[in-house]
């Protein structure tokens, strides 16, 4: 740590306490930077939200310790061969598909879980990590920064508004990330413009917990209009999402209340006497994205960034990965190891990947919001013909495009994890080899053998290791890895520490290359 952060409150300061800035403060603690949060609420919000965990956030998360507590609040969607199925208004079944209980993470595609009981257990590691200091109870009101820091103005809040004559404070940081929401004061500060696709929907989203499970519901099903198109799926162990649209009949006095919640889930057969109403609210489901994801030394992520409809179960995973995608720049940056080009890579990734999801998801939006009868007739037509409408794209990797990635038809894919023998143990490739951080894999021998002198040193600066499937390697135990390489074609491929590829090299002999060029793009 430089002499200059010594005289900061804290190297990162980070706007709310949600599960993005969560995350990022755990993830920052773990590079040993000091951290602050300012949150206006004095507790986490204790209702659903998001309820779709993708396998690559599942991955991050694990990397934060949570261990047992994660998997009991998951369900993985897919177990025991359930379906997700697009049906009709008369409930007849257009389109069906699997989700995958595989991945290239080791994990199921995507799980159901509680955002309430998620963010519980992050809110007890923060608590308990001694590099990270919270300030709940107070909202961020303003920033500076004159080029060496950021000072941001701090003032006491109730959550709902200001504490009367409450005294400000200033928070000094070397940067400021902004992961308070779509109404986010920091994007309001940055003022950048928005790329909006024009949609903008409104919707009634219920939770509820039924008393035993309703083994009459489908797993999980879009129903499409011209009646109300709505959405069921599973929320974590015990729990249902129903998402209905509102209609142009709707009376707008009615629609966020108890009476109109039970009365749209009584054609499911879901009523008091089943079921506990746990939540109901009224969402306008909008798809946009800021043009530009930081300013100086003040920074975007989660939903301060891009909002996107839940369609495919996307906004609450995309704001996981950027916080994964920020932590080692920032951690370089402040340790006056990075080159400031990170950050400009960071908006180009994230930025890129977004926009491509936003764009998709509205697609399939436009799809189910359909109600004009005679439309409605001819799409449902060309799903029964046709079942790549989309149904799928929740089950893909997004890859990762520019910014710090090889353009090699290699570098920004997900790094494989699967099971290996290691160690004495067999288990997750991340767990072998954990803690997370730059990896050297290489199919049949060591790549750092390879190196030479300066780029064996320029390796160690990055904190990097290595490992390898030949002899006296990691055994790859079910030949995933074998695989992998195969497709890549490659013999040795560099990993970040958010699980991302860097690129790869088809000839051990080039590692020495590779690691050049990450070396060149991320180090000073």
Request: with cysteine; glycine share 10%.
């Amino acid at each position: 740590m430089t002499a200059e952060t010594e005289e900061l409150d804290c190297d990162v300061l980070i706007a709310g306490a949600g599960p993005v800035g969560q995350v990022l403060a755990l993830l920052l603690a773990q590079h040993r930077l000091r951290v602050g949060v300012v949150e206006r609420w004095a507790r986490p919000y204790p209702l659903p939200r998001a309820v779709a965990m993708s396998h690559d956030v599942q991955r991050v998360l694990r990397q934060l310790g949570p261990g047992e507590e994660l998997s009991a609040m998951l369900e993985p969607w897919g177990q025991d061969g359930h379906r997700f199925s697009f049906v009709d208004s008369s409930g007849q079944t257009l389109v069906e598909s699997r989700y995958p209980m595989e991945s290239d993470s080791g994990f199921a595609q995507m799980s159901g879980f509680s955002q309430p009981d998620l963010e519980q257990v992050l809110e007890r590691r923060v608590q308990a990590a001694p590099l990270i200091d919270q300030y709940r109870g107070f909202a961020l009101d303003n920033l500076t920064d004159d080029g060496s820091a950021v000072h941001a103005t701090v003032v006491p809040h109730t959550g709902l508004a200001p504490v009367a004559d409450g005294a400000p404070r200033t928070v000094r940081a070397a940067y400021v990330v902004g992961c308070d929401g779509a109404n986010s004061t920091v994007r309001s500060l940055l003022g950048p413009e928005m790329t909006d696709l024009g949609f903008d929907r409104d919707w009634v989203v219920v939770d509820v917990v039924p008393h035993t499970p309703p083994t009459w519901l489908p797993y999980a099903c879009q129903r499409l209009g011209p009646a109300r198109p709505t959405t069921l799926v599973p929320a974590g162990p015990g729990r249902r999402r129903w998402e209905f649209m509102v209609m142009p009949t709707d009376d707008p006095a009615g629609i966020d209340t108890d009476e109109n919640a039970w009365r749209l889930l009584a054609p499911w057969g879901i009523h008091p006497g089943n079921a506990d109403l746990v939540r109901h609210t009224h969402y306008t489901f909008r798809g946009r994205w800021a043009d530009r994801w930081h300013k100086g030394r003040v920074l975007l992520a989660g939903d301060a960034a891009h909002q996107m409809p839940p369609f495919l179960g996307q906004g609450f995973n995309s704001g996981i990965r950027d916080a994964a995608n920020l932590a080692w720049r920032l951690a370089l940056l402040v340790n006056g190891e990075g080159k400031e080009s990170l950050l400009d890579d960071y908006s180009a990734e994230r930025s890129t990947q977004v926009a491509q999801i936003v764009k998709e998801t509205v697609a399939v939006g436009r799809l189910i919001c359909m109600l004009d009868p005679a439309q409605t007739a001819l799409r449902d037509a060309e799903l029964r013909r046709d079942a790549t409408t989309g149904i799928e794209d929740a089950h893909k990797n997004w890859l990762l495009r520019g910014g710090t990635l090889r353009d090699d038809g290699i570098g920004g894919s997900l790094g494989l994890q699967a099971t290996v023998d290691g160690g004495g143990r067999t288990a997750l490739l991340d767990e072998v080899i954990a803690p997370p951080g730059f990896l050297l894999l290489g199919r049949d021998r060591d790549p750092v053998e390879l190196l030479s002198p300066p780029r064996r040193a320029a390796w160690r600066r990055l904190g990097g290791r290595s490992a390898h499937f030949g002899p006296e390697g990691l055994k790859d135990a079910e030949g995933a890895y074998a695989r992998w390489f195969k497709r890549l074609n490659a013999s040795v491929v560099a990993i970040r520490p958010d699980f991302q590829v860097f690129g790869g090299a088809r000839d051990a002999q080039a590692a020495d290359a590779l690691v050049h060029d990450l070396v060149e793009r991320v180090l000073t």
